[in-house]
C-alpha cells in the first residue's frame, strides 16, 4: 500500500508536528534515556511515521512492536524486556555495526493488558534500561498519566489543510481532506484505490421461522422499531394472530391494552365461563 512504500523515513520528510519532531530529537540525543516518550492522538496523523523516522534519522535500530497484538501479559514485556537487555540487537552485532543502538516503539500501547501497561511504566523506570522507548496510541492510559515524572507525553494533532495539499501539487484535495477528517492513511487509501461503493442492501424474505416471528413480536411489545424492515422492502407480513400496541400514560409508564377479540377475559376467583351467561 501507499501508506506503507511512501512511509517517510527521515523527519525531515514528515510534514508538521514540529514540536513532536524536536523533542524527539532532543529525546534520542540523551544520555541514558532516563525517561521514555509517548505519542498520542487520532489515528491516522503519522504518530507511528513520526517514531521510526525519529529513529532511523538519529541512527537508531528501531525495534517496532504493536503492543495491542503482542503485549497482553506482564510475562510479554519480560520477554521484550530480556531481548533488549543489550542496547545493540542481534542483527546489528551479526553485521558489525555496534554503533548502531536499538529503539524499541510499542505501538498501540493503549491496546495492551492493563497489567502490561504497568509492567511497561516499571520497565521506563528501570534505571538499568540501555534502550530508547518511545509508545504511541490513541488514548493515553491512565497509568501513564500517573507517572508524567518518568514519561514525556507529547500530544499529535491533524497536520494543516494547507501541509497536506502541498504532497499534491496536482491534485485538489481539499473537499477528500475534509471527508477523510484529516487523516493522512485514510487519505492515501483512498488515493490509491479510490472511494469505495456502497454495499448494496440484500432483500431477506420472511422465513417463517419462529425465532424470527418471536423476535418481531416483541420489537411491537415494546415499541421498538423493526430492525428488518429495510431488508424487506414491503415484501414480508409481518402481523402476529394477536396484537399487542402499547400506548403511553401516566408519565412514562406503558399500558398495555389487547386489541384481539380472542383473549378470555379475566374471571373472579372461584368463577368459571359456564357461569358467566347471566
Known amino acids: 500500500m501507499y501508506a506503507e512504500t511512501y512511509r517517510p523515513n527521515n523527519l525531515s520528510d514528515i510534514i508538521g508536528h514540529d514540536d513532536a519532531k524536536k523533542t524527539l530529537r532532543t529525546y534520542l540525543t540523551t ?6 516518550v509517548m505519542l498520542t492522538g487520532s489515528p491516522g496523523i503519522g504518530k507511528t511515521t513520526l517514531a521510526i523516522a525519529a529513529a532511523k534519522t538519529m541512527e537508531f535500530d528501531p525495534l517496532e512492536i504493536n503492543a495491542s497484538r503482542s503485549i497482553r501479559s506482564y510475562e510479554d514485556v519480560e520477554k521484550i524486556k530480556d531481548a533488549c537487555r543489550s542496547a545493540v540487537n542481534i542483527f546489528s552485532f551479526m553485521k558489525g555495526d555496534i554503533n548502531r543502538k536499538t529503539c524499541v516503539i510499542l505501538d498501540e500501547v493503549d491496546g495492551s493488558d492493563p497489567h502490561a501497561q504497568a509492567r511497561i511504566v516499571e520497565w521506563i ?17 491512565t497509568i501513564f498519566k500517573r507517572n508524567k515524572d518518568f514519561i514525556d507525553i507529547i500530544r499529535c494533532f491533524p497536520p494543516r489543510a494547507s501541509d497536506i495539499q502541498s504532497l499534491f501539487l ?16 485514510k487519505l492515501i487509501h483512498m488515493v490509491q484505490y479510490g472511494a469505495s461503493d456502497p454495499i448494496p442492501k440484500y432483500l431477506a424474505p420472511p422465513t417463517g421461522l419462529t425465532l424470527e416471528k418471536t423476535f418481531l413480536l416483541r420489537q411491537k411489545m415494546f415499541d421498538l422499531p423493526d430492525s428488518l424492515h429495510e431488508y424487506r422492502s414491503g415484501i414480508q407480513d409481518t402481523e402476529p394472530t394477536s396484537k399487542t400496541s402499547s400506548t403511553r400514560k401516566r408519565g412514562d409508564k406503558h399500558v398495555h391494552t389487547a386489541e384481539s377479540g380472542n383473549l378470555p377475559k379475566k374471571l373472579p376467583p372461584g368463577k368459571s365461563h359456564n357461569l358467566m351467561t347471566h
Open 125 to 141: 523506570k528501570d534505571t538499568n534500561r540501555k534502550v530508547p522507548i518511545i509508545c504511541t496510541g490513541n488514548e493515553l492510559p
Open 170 to 185: 496536482d491534485v485538489d484535495i481539499t473537499e477528500s481532506i475534509k471527508e477523510c477528517q484529516h487523516d493522512i492513511r
Open 31 to 36: 544520555t541514558g534515556f532516563p525517561k521514555a
